[in-house]
């Protein structure tokens, strides 16, 4: 994959202040995903971050309101920076085949970090997204963030598989429950592998996890959009 500097830009209504801005919401950020893998989300705390960057808590509360809207913060700079790794990686490429092939190896690889951006890890990013990243929107304030705005970034990442699926198959029926499942497929399969091997393929000691994980989610694809046409509901419940 390519590299490349870029600026990953944040939806205002996920912080009161943007971190982006100053030193101390630098390492608010670097150090909100450094104990986020340690901890997990459940025993991160501000108190916990605030001793990690010699800083108060009513510092943090500066930039966020809470920890579940600092945790979503997160998730939409991961979603962002895939949008802008498969954006420039495919800019070029005009076989929406192989424009699919490479969004796909995207949403799995982790590997291809902003070494522009110092203060986020991508690396430690996904390993909190494929273990803890569902937390993000599988939450009782759903309706609210998303009437906000905080999960724009991770429409747009779906919308743009949902739209090279559709340019390979126009007539496939569910592009964007397609494009949705394979992103949460991708990482509920690495968390499987890892922690809960009977509920996977994938095999932990057998190699690179991310390179099954690809092929996995590339046989999915090509067997759904590729292969006969479905039948209606209708026509598969009276059969």
Known sequence: MKTFAVQIKINPNLHLRDPQSTELGRRIIEYSVKLID??????????????????????????FENKHQLF????????EWLIIRIDINTLNVQ???????????????????????EFVDEDILHKIVVREGAKGYHHKGVDEYNQEGFYLAYKQLC??????????????????ALASTLI????????????????????????????????????????????????????????
């Open 38 to 63: 340690e901890y997990g989300l459940e025993g991160f705390t501000f108190k916990k971050l605030s001793k990690a960057i010699d800083s108060n808590e009513p510092s943090i509360y500066r930039y």
């Open 72 to 79: 979503v913060y997160l998730l939409n700079w991961y979603w």
């Open 95 to 117: 076989n929406p085949l192989e424009r699919l092939k490479i969004a796909l190896n995207i949403i799995v690889d982790s590997a291809n970090r902003n070494t522009e951006i």
């Open 159 to 176: 919308e743009s598989i949902a739209d090279i699926l559709l340019e390979i198959n126009p007539e496939f029926p569910y592009p964007r």
């Open 184 to 239: 949460e497929s991708a990482n509920n399969n690495l968390y499987f592998a890892r922690h809960l091997p009977r509920l996977t393929d994938l095999n932990a000691k057998d190699g690179d996890l991310s390179e099954q994980v690809k092929e996995m989610i590339i046989f999915f694809t090509m067997g759904l959009i590729q292969g006969t046409p479905l039948k209606s509901n209708k026509e598969v419940i009276n059969n």
